[in-house]
């Protein structure tokens, strides 16, 4: 008997009362188990193939789990590229396509650098031939063909190719402010970048760069105009 039970009064249950209910109940528990689980047998005619589920329509199409599927491209303005609209200022439009300033001075000094040297490299070569004599070594002829094209080409391609980013330089900011291209913008833009090409040499010298680059862009604005 437990010192609450001598308080209180209260008897402890004897052990053959709880070992008789705990042998009632585990009979009464017995008596109430299931049967024995017996498995029902496999029918391989009711098994599924592959085919069954990847022919559902319920599944997802596998073009709609990309990031970008169902994006609208003509809603998004940032895939459109601006820099690809050309020129729009009267007499921008030339010989090749053109979208502002920017191609204006590469295509304009690329070319003129390239056609200035092989004018200057032609010309080397011719020099070299003529200056050579005719009875010395195949050799010796060569190098003296060389020799002149690397002095003249090279020379003239890199005074054309200054020449040219002024220009265009100059050209480009005339047509800007003025909001149009046309003959005079040319004419008075190889004037000023002639001039500056020649300043360090003196005021006469200045003023026939200027004379001639004016007269090489006069020439090519009728050309343009006759041409394209």
Excluded at 45 to 67: R, Y
Excluded at 93 to 101: K, T, V, Y
Excluded at 215 to 228: D, E, M, Y
Aim: aromatic share 8%.
């Amino acid at each position: 008997m437990s010192i609450w039970g001598a308080i209180t009064g209260q008897r402890s249950s004897s052990p053959g009362s709880s070992s008789a209910s705990s042998s009632s109940s585990s009979s009464s528990s017995n008596d109430k188990a299931s049967p024995a689980f017996q498995p029902t047998a496999f029918d391989p005619t009711t098994a599924q193939d592959i085919s069954s589920f990847l022919g559902d329509a319920t599944l997802t199409d596998p073009s709609q789990l990309h990031p970008l599927a169902g994006l609208n491209q003509q809603t998004l303005d940032y895939l459109s590229l601006e820099e690809s609209a050309l020129s729009d200022l009267p007499g921008s439009r030339s010989a090749l396509p053109s979208r502002g300033w920017s191609d204006d001075l590469c295509y304009g000094t690329g070319i003129t650098y390239l056609s200035a040297l092989t004018t200057g490299g032609a010309f080397g070569m011719v020099e070299g031939l003529r200056k050579s004599p005719a009875s010395a070594p195949p050799k010796l002829r060569l190098n003296a063909v060389l020799n002149s094209i690397t002095r003249r080409g090279p020379f003239l391609g890199n005074n054309a190719g200054v020449v040219a980013m002024l220009y265009n330089g100059i050209n480009s900011t005339i047509g800007y402010y003025r909001g149009k291209h046309d003959s005079a913008n040319s004419i008075l833009a190889g004037a000023v970048s002639g001039m500056l090409f020649k300043s360090t040499r003196g005021f006469r010298p200045m003023v026939i760069s200027g004379g001639i680059v004016a007269s090489v862009a006069g020439a090519w604005t009728i050309a343009r105009k006759t041409l394209f």
